[in-house]
């Protein structure tokens, strides 16, 4: 797993990258009430903002960590965005990427890493 400094969480599996947003984020945020993804089939670039947060406390935008197409959005969290308080770092993922290149993720943070960051 990586972690990028905007707290999202890349998880390689196979030629896709699952992402979602860290227990630190999720925790930062509040009782999640809201969650806005991206379509499946979209084409995006790295730092795009393609996903938005509601909580109680504030709104925030979840940016692309790569560049390439999105092929599967997490639908649960449609009907439960809560789910983003209660497993962030699992069953809350946001969205499903395929790269049209990996390289990029070399320069995102290992776990050991982002735990400093937070620190």
Request: no cysteine.
């Amino acid at each position: 797993m990586k972690f990028t400094e905007e707290h999202e969480w890349l998880l390689e599996e196979g030629e896709l990258i699952v992402v979602g947003i860290t227990e630190h984020a999720a925790e930062q945020l509040g009782d999640v009430v809201f969650v806005e993804l991206p379509e499946a089939g979209s084409a995006v670039s790295k730092d795009d903002e393609i996903v938005v947060i509601e909580s109680v406390k504030a709104a925030s935008d979840i940016l692309a960590p790569l560049d390439g197409e999105i092929v599967e959005v997490n639908e649960a969290l449609a009907d439960n965005p809560g789910l983003v308080n209660e497993d962030a770092q699992g069953e809350a993922w946001f969205f499903k990427i395929k790269p049209s290149d990996t390289g990029p993720m070399a320069d995102y943070m290992d776990e050991a890493a982002y735990k400093d960051f937070i620190a």
